[in-house]
């Protein structure tokens, strides 16, 4: 075990990655030393971690290592070949994976409360931290985006409660299981689980079996929360659960179920187990969103909030930077960021978009960036879930491995373009037509970003 030292030094390979920079500042604030690099360095999270006083070092290089860690811990990110690894590996440095190191130095003896599933993840574990927080609880938290409530993505708190957003995806090169069947959880939320991370599992089954392995860390006297109408999720409890499993629903007959006040889900109230429990009024939309609310006050529930409190503390949840986040509204255009990077998420964002803004128009714009993208596995469903969009231009990068052309035989509204020069003429082609630009990315655009908000 490592002992909690001012003069121990942790580097971390590929510390602006939403997770690991989050593990950044849990041991920063153990009072460790912290330095760590990355491939690409970029905001936000690399001004979180810069403003707490982490090193940043810009590429992989064996001499980042010079500085002599007492410990490595890698990130999932990096794999054998990187020339920092090679140099851990032959120098004799020890080396955990992120995941591990949590589990061993933060997790243990504590109530972990995980959120899992493809969609929603960041959300819905930064509407449970704020729950928690509102309500007296002072909980530690990982979460993979910076919860506009905490500006931070991660703390350690300051009570037994730790909520943690728990990826399906692997651990390490050297630790090929899914990072949450470390996290041993006492609360367990499970989203949804659709076909992702095609760059390690060969197909859906291949998920399942790894939330089943999820499902038997959590205790008999745990939780298990999950939508009623998810059938993958219902056959993966079917595979064998050994924990209490509460539903939830919008509508519809369940434990835990959300009836929408408004269409766009800006509204809506909440009855348990047949009885009401109150409303809320919030900035956010769809019906995901509220699915995420629902299972988020569950799990408070479960730790001894009552909802009316849950609802109550929603009422001022502010949502994660990067979830449809307003970036800049000038001249007849209102620019969204918003981290969508699988077909079913691009879908309820754009779902919920329309129903906020009616009749205007909805720009799309799609940087294919995750793996899974990039691999061209989802061609058909992307091009379906951009049908809310009056037009959807889609980013073709140098070196995509597939003609994105293909996406032309399922949809109509579907532009193709290479150029970040073009796309930031079509957006300010729009000045003056009221209509709405949603950037949908999980990295950096080639700074498309900072463009805009000086440009339109």
């Not at 959880?185 to 060969?202: C, Q, V």
């Amino acid at each position: 075990m490592i002992t909690h030292k001012q003069s121990f030094h942790i580097h971390i390979l590929g510390i602006c990655g939403t997770f690991m920079g989050g593990l950044a500042l849990i041991a920063r604030e153990f009072g460790y030393t912290v330095s760590g690099s990355d491939q690409n360095v970029y905001p936000p999270m690399s001004t979180q971690l810069e403003q707490q006083g982490i090193q940043l070092m810009n590429g992989y290089k064996a001499e980042n290592l010079d500085c002599q860690p007492d410990l490595v811990v890698i990130g999932n990110a990096i794999s054998r070949g990187n020339p920092e690894v090679e140099a851990v590996l032959n120098r004799g440095i020890p080396y955990i994976s992120g995941p591990q190191w949590l589990a061993e130095h933060v997790l243990q003896k504590r109530w972990v409360l995980a959120v899992a599933g493809t969609h929603g993840k960041t959300t819905t574990t930064s509407m449970l931290s704020w729950i928690l927080e509102f309500n007296g609880f002072k909980p530690g938290f990982l979460i993979g985006g910076i919860p506009l409530n905490f500006g931070i993505s991660a703390r350690l708190g300051e009570s037994d409660f730790f909520v943690i957003e728990a990826d399906e995806y692997d651990s390490a090169f050297f630790d090929k299981r899914s990072k949450f069947v470390h996290y041993r959880p006492r609360t367990t939320i499970l989203n949804n689980l659709e076909y992702d991370h095609a760059d390690i599992f060969e197909n859906l089954d291949a998920i399942k079996k790894q939330f089943h392995h999820l499902v038997r860390t959590v205790p008999g006297e745990g939780l298990i929360i999950a939508p009623e109408s998810e059938q993958h999720l219902s056959e993966v409890l079917e595979m064998g659960c050994w924990t209490p499993v509460v539903k939830t629903a919008i509508d519809n007959e369940a434990e835990w179920q959300a009836v929408l006040l408004k269409s766009d889900g800006s509204a809506f109230a909440v009855n348990y187990r047949g009885q009401s429990q109150g409303s809320v009024n919030w900035t956010l939309t769809g019906r995901h969103n509220v699915f995420n609310a629902l299972s988020a006050i569950a799990a408070a529930h479960h730790v001894g909030i009552a909802p009316e409190a849950a609802l109550e503390a929603l009422q001022s949840f502010q949502n994660v930077k990067r979830r449809m986040e307003l970036i800049v509204s000038r001249n007849g255009i209102s620019v969204y960021d918003d981290f969508a990077h699988h077909p079913t998420a691009i879908k309820t964002t754009l779902d919920g978009l329309r129903q906020q803004v009616g009749q205007e128009k909805i720009l799309a714009v799609v940087e294919p960036r995750s793996n899974t993208m990039r691999l061209g596995v989802h061609t058909e469903s992307l091009a379906q879930s951009l049908a809310q969009a009056d037009e959807a231009i889609v980013f073709q990068p140098e070196g995509l491995g597939w003609d994105m052309g293909q996406l032309l035989k399922y949809a109509s509204n579907i532009r193709i373009v290479s150029s970040l020069d073009e796309i930031m003429e079509l957006i300010k082609a729009e000045r003056g037509q009221n209509a709405h630009v949603l950037l949908m990315s999980n990295g950096s655009f080639g700074g498309i970003y900072q463009r805009l908000r000086e440009s339109i």
